[in-house]
């Protein structure tokens, strides 16, 4: 963008700027008032549109080209964050300019010309069966609170929870006897996940010897599963440095998390056979355009797919 055009804009930048934090508050207004999205929703639009409103220092949304919107991708860029993370921000920028134009303030929305999500993917990383079965023994007897973060990683890999999911999830939520658990994921939608003897087991064990003595100290009974040494819910940040702690021990790279485990679980179950609406049904995905990204990751199954039931394989 040329100087000229700046020097235009820089009389009206406080004016500009103090309209601007208007619209995005009264966006988040909306947001929960009329969208009924999850709280953790609502934050991170608000999180990444208050980093496009520092990118814009001061300038007018209405006058803003197309040319600037790339550029503020651009930007993104530089920030070295993740391509999921610059899909996510520009999404939020795609729903934000959607609402300015039903509120009159844009009357075409550039935004929607900055591609899909489709353009910023990456493949997931993926541990092997092997690199799992490693993590999963990792907490071994005689660390403080073992049999908990062993119970937490095989029920990660076991239901393809996220974090968060898991650092919600309560005691009545958890059918030992029946193998499953009732997950809540985003926009507070629930779904039955099956559990396997493994990850059964592990939760046994951590309920029959050492829960108990976690929450001890608790003001109230907890009703959450995995608690702290303090008998509180065991935080998502909490379970993100397990994790860490865990995966480096085995030689996990230091840019996986916990949603590895995620990525993991749908693709052995695609290689593994699975239909793909099953596991879409399994992770939670409102559309089974996220799930296809498996496939990706695991070609063989295709291969075999179409070995088995192409009548010219």
Known sequence: MG???RKLLKPAAAAS????GRWLESFVDYLRS???LAENTVLAYHRD???FYSWLAGRRVPQL????LADYAGWLHTHKLAPASIARHLAS???FFRYLQLE???QDNLAELLGSQKLWERVPHVLSPGMVQELLECP???EPHWRRDRALLELLYATGCRASEISFLKMADVHLDESYCLCKGKGDKERLVPLGRRAILAVRDYLAKERDTLVLHATVTPKWLFVSRRGLRLRRERIWELFKRYAGRVGIAADMSPHTLRHSFATHLLAGGADLRQVQEMLGHASIATTQIYTHVDPTRLKAVHKQFHPRA
């Open 140 to 142: 071994q007897p005689g």
């Open 17 to 20: 700027g103090a309209m601007a």
């Open 93 to 95: 920028l795609r729903i």
């Open 49 to 51: 549109l208050r980093r």
């Open 3 to 5: 100087g000229p055009r």
């Open 65 to 68: 080209t197309i040319q600037d």
């Open 34 to 36: 009329e969208c009924n």
């Open 104 to 106: 009159g303030v844009l």
